[in-house]
């Protein structure tokens, strides 16, 4: 492997792991602070990449604008969400949060079919998005993908400085760390819950719309995001952004180069890994004591 | 009481009789919700019994149809008993590495880690050429054991009972065993246990090896019955459906997980029936499905086995004195 081969798999590894940042902070962020377990977190991921789809045509060249649009769609899309079917799902047991979100991933996979139908889509990346940039002598890069991270490490920063700078982040960090000390405190916690699901669900939107003009936009999209998702929180341990952020570009940098090296394994490498870190640190990377 | 206990008994003797007066498509029916039965019954173990909710079971059922049909020769159908005991001790022998893992987690990391393996032992199949990658493969010739045939529909209808009756039985003299009792110990109240002097980590790990053999036998029966297998098995959606079905009937009782094969069969049979639903709707029968369990979710936590006491906790002077008796 020459370095320039060496480099363009380093950006795909980076670029991978931050958009896996994208979905995993959100259910990192549900898990530690609601204590929910949200199967249906792969589904939004889908609607993201849905979305960017349907909605692509009428904003044209304005890729960023869309971005926004669809944000802010999503966002509220998982605040009614919220609203209607999880903030009941509090109080109950690990077993029935599964059943439910289990049964809305059904939910969601058949009115994505009524609704856009079972066909594989493709997305085009806007003309000023579409060119690539010479790497070496004879590889290039597309421009897309630099951009993607780029939008990414955006919003990781944007992410970072909301929850460390913010009241806001200082009530969600609180929640994440002691969730009755919170509610005791007198924090309007329904309100706070509302906003930190409705937050997952515009990331790993954001995440599926990014990810549109790369790959293509298929049914089921989201089962496969969401187990790999799951290795990340495992990994990084639960309710820490920083331990999902390490753990996503681990995740993807044994993904990207177990590909490389040995094509038909790859798809164990990243559980491989999750098995030692596991041995190694049960909880976590980064889990807070 | 007395009609709890020989309820089972009534089960079997029915089971026993029935392929006297059943059209195919019921015959084909009754042997899936059997076998999902043993599959349902399997998983009881680890989340009723032991309280460990797992979301990769579908792993060793996966693992036992493939090994199944893999092992059986080209051209001459396969030793019934060789082939059985190898699926069992593969699923286990996967069960004991998973087992060993995951049970250092608790909670929510346990859900998670047991699917990630899961995951893990799809994508062997899936990506490699073991299995034939994602068409999967076909079992040509079913097992055979002396004049036993499982590829004739009759003898494969009593091997399969034969399984669940042994499965339903098994675990049924488990939960009375001293085995049983530290496994409800450990599900109550873990420290207290290990308190106790009991090796709680050993006694978890021996009911997820056993529950991944009992799966495994499930898988078997399950590759002998289609006569194929892929790497859809041992998919989420597998793992999710088992768990559904646990809970549809009602965790805690082994009858429950029965039960909740059966509901959860007919249900997927009667929704995906255009006859019955009409043509549109039974397209998408995953909606209805979804809807369903989500109501199921709101309005039943106890499951279907809670019924009963539901409708008897509604006469409000027996409720008290009741759940007195019960405490």
Known sequence: MDLATFLVQCLNAVQYGLLLFLVASGLTLIFGIMGVINLAHGSFYMLGAYLAFSIAPFFGQHFLLMLLAGLLLSALFGYVLEWAFYSYLYEREHLQQVLMTYALILVFEELRSILVGNDVHGVKPPDWLAGTVPLGDLMTYPVYRLFASAACIVLALALYLVVNKTRLGMMIRAGASNRDMVRGLGIDITRLYRIVFAGGVALAALAGMIAAPMSSVYPGMGGHVLIISFVVVVIGGIGSITGALVASLLVGVVDTFGKVFFAELSGIGVYLLMAVILVWRPEGLMKRA | MAFNRVLPWIALAALLALPLGLTPYMHELVVKIMVLSVFALSLELLVGMTGLVSLGHAAFLGIGAYVTVLLSPEADPGWLPKLLAAAVAA??????????????????????????????????????????????????????????????????????????????????????????????????????????????????????????????????????????????????????????????????HLRGAVLGA??????????????????????????????????????????????????????????????????
């Open chain 2, 262 to 327: 059966v509901a959860f069969v007919l249900l997927k049979e009667l929704f995906s029936t255009p006859a019955l639903v009409g043509d549109r709707l039974a397209e998408h029968w995953q909606l209805t499905l979804g809807i369903t369990i989500i109501a199921f979710v709101a309005l039943l936590p106890k499951g279907l086995i809670g019924l009963p006491q539901r409708w008897r906790a509604r006469k409000p002077p027996r409720r008290a004195a009741d759940q007195g008796a019960a405490r």
């Open chain 2, 91 to 252: 699923a286990a022998l996967y069960a004991l590495f998973v087992g060993a893992l995951s049970l250092r987690t608790k909670g929510v990391y346990f859900i998670m880690v047991t699917l990630a393996f899961a995951q893990m032992a799809y994508f062997v199949f899936h990506d490699t050429k073991l299995g034939g990658g994602t068409d999967g493969i076909y079992l040509n010739l079913r097992p055979v054991l002396g004049p036993i045939d499982s590829g004739a529909k009759l003898h494969l209808y009593y091997l399969v009972l034969g399984a669940l009756a042994f499965t339903y039985a098994l675990l049924a003299l488990l939960r009375r065993s001293r085995f049983g009792h530290a496994l409800a110990g450990i599900r109550v109240n873990e420290q207290r246990m290990r308190a106790a002097g009991f090796n709680t980590t050993a006694y978890k790990l021996a009911a997820f090896v056993l529950a991944g053999a009992l799966a495994g036998l499930a898988g078997f029966l399950l590759a002998v019955k289609d006569g194929f297998v892929n790497p859809e098995l041992l998919s989420w959606h597998e793992s999710g459906a088992v768990l559904l079905m646990i809970i549809l009937g009602g965790i805690g």
